[in-house]
């Protein structure tokens, strides 16, 4: 089994700053990508960072510029440093990674969630 676990959220006034935290762990192989999401109340989850194995980064262009997403290999964490913060950027922040697990039959590939960490800007 694969378990991701996040930490960091909290409250913040607008301008602020916020580094969220994911930590995976299980039987893992490798995680070629892992990324973060955010839902605010009434809307759908939308991407807000990922990261591959190599440092390869995107962002949407709500986010590029204030936020940076970085990751240790070695630690199987990956982190979102949110600068600049808005209120619209209020939500629950999730962490996704696509994970290589081995398992007694070999490897196989699976998509896993964190538990997601609330961030409020607010004055």
């Known amino acids: 089994q694969v378990q991701l676990v996040e930490s960091g959220g909290g409250m913040v006034q607008p301008g602020g700053s916020l580094r969220l935290s994911c930590a995976a762990s299980?039987?893992?192989?490798?995680?070629?990508?892992m990324a973060w999401y955010r839902q605010a109340p009434g809307t759908q989850r939308e991407l807000v960072a990922t990261?591959?194995?190599?440092?390869?980064?995107n962002y949407p262009d709500s986010v590029r510029g204030r936020f940076t997403i970085s990751r240790d290999n070695a630690k199987n964490t990956v982190y979102l440093q949110m600068n600049s913060l808005k209120p619209e950027d209020t939500a629950v922040y999730y962490c996704?990674?696509?994970?290589?697990?081995?398992?007694?039959?070999?490897?196989?590939?699976?998509?896993?969630w964190g538990q997601g960490t609330q961030v409020t800007v607010s004055s």
């Open positions: 996704n990674a696509a994970v290589i697990k081995t398992t007694p039959w070999g490897r196989t590939r699976g998509d896993y």
């Open positions: 299980g039987n893992i192989f490798s995680i070629p990508a």
């Open positions: 990261i591959t194995s190599g440092g390869g980064t």
